[in-house]
């Protein structure tokens, strides 16, 4: 049997599924390199879970046991286009698995976007979880803000900035997040939709948890849901209708704090002269021709804070192509292609960055699937020709250029102390959120 090594840049779900499917293949004995420029691995199940969601993270144990496997290596902090590049990649390895996600904000484009207190949902979501290349603390003043989008991550923020701080001091969150949350004044979070609600597209299970947040009232115009007809909607937007209707009916509370959740309103404008003070939206509609249109009614909502939720977009890599329309690396069922139409040799993408931002965290699994399945088709056809690099001239080779690799045992040693602070201060973990800490801990095992 054939024996290769193949490198996944990105150690989130996509890299990660891709990592397991690659090393389960019948007629190739594969190795794999998980390479992460962070010196943790996940992604965004780490860094992009809302803190407050233990069980979404218990997926963190599936992908444990891929990378305790004797078949895969994790070598974070080595940073693609820094560290190492494309010619480097093929030269120690068979083939290459591209999995960097998309961690860019897409813009609003309206006036008064770069005021000081606008700021995109990404940065606010890097902060709350941890991440070491959040190098801000979030002015969170005023009593409202407006969170623009219609998909999970708003939901996320408009639940964290509303719900109690206590309830949030047991999560992982760094004590300088829980800082910042306890100076904070919000007692209004507007949710604001471009299109109607059965456009939505919140999962049930969050939209749920956004209603149920102990203390908070969420606040949606029935006129709003009058005129949807949930026969021929798909599930999700039909079970969505009813949770609709069931947060309009409900009764409101005096002295809560409130969530209002504005169906068919776009932003136009953030007012103010150097930060924040409110946010311009308008009343759309679509026209005669199906397209989303604004229909002259605006409103001014009173806001300190405009957070955009608009979407993410994934950042072109050094040699590789990109599809700069849809924020994605060109390819053909997860094949590599030029804007010629060319298949690169042995050169793969999966996950948001081949598909765009969109699904859920097994979504991944599925598209990881696809594309291994033409890593094996490609490693069948040139069979007598793959070559195999030790494990040990890829360490030389970095040590070489100087890059001081954090492995699997570095990450359980970060993983370690982010437990035993957990331990200390009495709740499960407490993440650790600078790059020095986390390299000097992850280094110590190395």
Same mark, same amino acid.
């Given at each position: 049997m054939h024996k290769v090594r193949i490198a996944v840049v990105g150690s989130g779900p996509?890299?990660?599924?891709?990592?397991?499917?690659?090393?389960?293949s019948d007629n190739v004995e594969?190795?794999?390199?998980?390479?992460?420029?962070?010196?943790?691995?996940?992604?965004?199940?780490?860094?992009?879970?809302?803190?407050?969601?233990?069980?979404?993270?218990?997926?963190?144990?599936?992908?444990?046991?891929?990378?305790e496997s004797p078949s895969v290596r994790f070598l974070g902090n080595v940073e693609?286009?820094?560290?190492?590049?494309?010619?480097?990649?093929?030269?120690?390895?068979?083939? #290459?698995?591209? %999995?960097?996600?998309? /961690? +860019?904000? !897409?813009?609003?484009? $309206? &006036?008064?976007?770069?005021?000081?207190?606008?700021?995109a949902a990404s940065e606010l979501v890097s902060f709350y979880s941890g991440h070491p290349d959040c190098n801000f603390v979030p002015e969170i003043s005023g009593n409202a803000v407006a969170v623009i989008g219609a998909g999970n991550v708003t939901l996320d923020v408009a639940r964290i900035l509303s719900k109690s701080v206590d309830s949030l001091a047991t999560t992982d969150m760094p004590d300088s #997040?829980?800082? %910042?949350?306890?100076? /904070? +004044?919000? !007692?209004?979070?507007? $949710? &604001?939709?471009?299109?109607?609600?059965?456009?939505?597209?919140?999962?049930?299970?969050?939209?749920?948890?956004l209603r149920d947040v102990d203390d908070v009232d969420v606040v949606i115009d029935p006129s709003d849901l009058a005129c949807v007809d949930v026969e021929g909607l798909p599930r999700t937007a039909a079970t969505n209708m009813k949770v609709f209707r069931e947060i309009a009916e409900a009764p409101r509370h005096r002295d809560r704090k409130t969530v209002y959740i504005h169906f068919w309103s776009k932003p136009v404008a953030v007012t103010g002269d150097n930060r924040v003070t409110g946010l311009d939206i308008e009343r759309t509609e679509f026209d005669s021709d199906g397209a989303l249109v604004g229909t002259g009614r605006?409103?001014?909502?009173p806001v300190s804070m405009v957070i955009r939720s608009v979407g993410y977009r994934s950042d072109p890599l050094p040699g590789l192509p990109f599809d700069s329309v849809r924020g994605v690396i060109p390819n053909r069922q997860g094949r590599v292609v030029?804007?010629?139409?060319?298949?690169?040799?042995l050169t793969y993408v999966s996950g948001w960055l081949k598909r765009g931002p969109s699904g859920v965290i097994g979504t991944n699994r599925m598209c990881s699937a696809e594309t291994v399945g033409q890593v094996r088709d490609d490693l069948a056809r040139v069979a007598d020709h793959l070559s195999f690099s030790e494990a040990g001239a890829v360490d030389e080779s970095l040590r070489s250029r100087g890059v001081s690799v954090i492995d699997y045992?570095?990450?359980?040693?970060?993983?370690?102390?982010?437990?035993?602070?957990?331990?200390?201060?009495?709740?499960?973990?407490?993440?650790i959120g600078d790059w020095q800490t986390l390299r000097s801990l992850g280094l110590a095992r190395t």
């Open positions: 996509a890299g990660l599924f891709a990592a397991d499917e690659l090393i389960r594969i190795e794999v390199d998980v390479i992460d420029r962070l010196p943790t691995p996940y992604g965004l199940v780490r860094y992009g879970v809302a803190p407050d969601h233990p069980r979404i993270k218990s997926v963190i144990r599936g992908f444990e046991a891929i990378l693609y286009g820094r560290d190492v590049d494309l010619d480097w990649l093929h030269k120690h390895y068979t083939a #290459v698995v591209f %999995a960097t996600g998309a /961690s +860019s904000d !897409r813009g609003l484009g $309206i &006036v008064g976007e770069s005021l000081e207190g606008s700021i #997040v829980i800082d %910042a949350l306890r100076r /904070s +004044s919000v !007692r209004t979070v507007h $949710i &604001v939709c471009r299109r109607g609600p059965e456009h939505a597209k919140f999962t049930t299970k969050e939209l749920r948890e605006c409103e001014h909502l030029d804007t010629d139409g060319t298949a690169r040799p045992s570095g990450w359980q040693s970060i993983n370690d102390a982010e437990i035993q602070r957990g331990v200390d201060a009495g709740k499960e973990r407490v993440k």
